[in-house]
């Protein structure tokens, strides 16, 4: 064992396995996320780096949000495997890669769910992937008025 692979494995103990593709490359990955109310709509901001509009997958049921991918690479791998039927291929590339330093922020899978306002408008969400961040404008219902009621005399 060198010094390299000895000072692995006691910070893997303390810290647990780095996320650079090694044994425990697929940690939970938790995209940062920051919301805003206006007048007219909350507005969600979500950081995605690298993924595509086809990597997100956006819905609502029961007044919860619910935003989720599937880790854009490992679909690209498993159907370049599939089309070359060289599946050993990225087996052997992980054998003889070994990563150095790793400071990338992971994209793996993730899911993440969000409880709706009772104000929220579901119908009329929308999204808009730009630049590695995902907007999601989930508008304000329009406050019905309170209507008076006449008391009629007896």
């Given at each position: 064992?060198?010094?390299?692979?000895?000072?692995?494995?006691?910070?893997?103990?303390?810290?647990?396995?780095a996320?650079?593709?090694g044994?425990n490359?697929?940690?939970?990955?938790?995209?940062?996320?920051?919301?805003?109310?206006?007048?007219?709509?909350?507005?969600?901001?979500?950081?995605?780096?690298?993924?595509?509009?086809?990597?997100?997958?956006?819905?609502?049921?029961?007044?919860?949000?619910?935003?989720?991918?599937?880790?854009?690479?490992?679909?690209?791998?498993?159907?370049?495997?599939?089309?070359?039927?060289?599946?050993?291929?990225?087996?052997?590339?992980?054998?003889?890669?070994?990563?150095?330093?790793?400071?990338?922020?992971?994209?793996?899978?993730?899911?993440?769910?969000?409880?709706l306002?009772?104000?929220?408008?579901?119908?009329?969400?929308?999204?808009?992937?730009?630049?590695?961040?995902?907007?999601?404008?989930?508008?304000?219902?329009?406050?019905?008025?309170?209507?008076?009621?006449?008391?009629?005399?007896?």
């Amino acid at each position: 064992m060198n010094g390299l692979s000895l000072i692995d494995s006691i910070l893997d103990g303390v810290y647990g396995a780095a996320n650079c593709g090694g044994r425990n490359s697929e940690r939970n990955f938790v995209p940062a996320v920051d919301i805003e109310k206006n007048s007219n709509a909350y507005v969600l901001y979500m950081d995605l780096p690298g993924k595509t509009e086809a990597d997100i997958d956006i819905s609502v049921k029961e007044n919860v949000l619910t935003i989720s991918s599937v880790k854009a690479e490992a679909a690209n791998d498993q159907a370049k495997n599939e089309a070359n039927g060289s599946a050993n291929d990225s087996e052997k590339k992980d054998q003889e890669t070994r990563y150095l330093l790793c400071e990338r922020i992971p994209s793996g899978n993730f899911k993440r769910t969000f409880t709706l306002a009772n104000d929220c408008d579901a119908a009329k969400i929308s999204a808009q992937l730009k630049n590695g961040v995902l907007t999601v404008t989930i508008p304000v219902k329009a406050e019905a008025e309170a209507q008076k009621i006449r008391i009629q005399a007896a």
